[in-house]
């Protein structure tokens, strides 16, 4: 069964290489991120990145996938499971993005979402301020060295600051439940500075047939502070 993985905001496909490494699979720059396109014309709403995947995986000639994701990519792939839930075998999700009522939106996103002064934090944001930040998501100290950290700036241009911008500010509606709901795995790093371990139980809540496991020791990209769960994530799309 293919895997489809998905990244967040703002980092690419380049999140996934040591997933691809040992399991195979397929990981597309979502629009708007990485080196896909970036125009201003393109929908960076959650129903306009499904409508993306849809196409992507026509394209690629894929039908049935297991689903792998974080953060908005997370929002993303539930969306596409919503959508077409016969399509989806087994999903993982990582640190999605609090999509339900009685959860507040982080700082950094609050601002995002506020016109002008989004722009204005957008386009003031150095290299330094932005290590700074992927950083303080992490738990371990070597989680995000100076050549990660470049990758994702060089691709933080316009195009992408003005995709997460319309992705925020086009995002207030609560998530539906997959039906028939698949399996499901949710790996999440409490020591994420935005989003809180509370947030993981209300997902657990959301997806009928799903698994927490709550991670003391990680951040807001588990993997980077686990190295087991590349393996673990591997293990439970392969169960039966």
Known sequence: MPILYLHGIPTSSDDWVEFLTLTGGIAPD???????????????????LTGFLEWFLAEVGVEKINLVAHDWGAAVGLTLATRHPERIERIVVLNPPPLFNGFSWPRVAR????????????????RGMFA????????????????RVKQVWDQFDQGTQRAILRLVR????????????????ILWGERDPWYPPALAG???????????????????????????????????????
């Open 202 to 240: 209300a997902y657990a809540q959301h997806l009928a047939e799903s698994r927490l496991e709550l991670l003391s020791d990680a951040g807001h990209w588990p993997w980077l502070d686990r190295d087991d769960l590349v393996e673990r994530v591997a293990n439970f799309l392969q169960e039966q």
């Open 132 to 147: 700074r930040a992927l950083r303080h998501g992490s738990v371990r100290e070597d989680a995000w060295p100076d050549a």
């Open 170 to 185: 086009s995002t207030n509606s609560e998530l539906q439940t997959p039906a028939p709901a698949p399996p499901t795995l």
């Open 30 to 48: 979502l629009i708007g991120f990485g080196r896909s396109g970036k125009g201003g014309h393109l929908d960076y709403s959650l129903a306009g």
């Open 111 to 126: 601002l995002w979402r506020s016109a002008l002064i989004g722009e204005a934090l957008m386009g003031s944001t150095t």
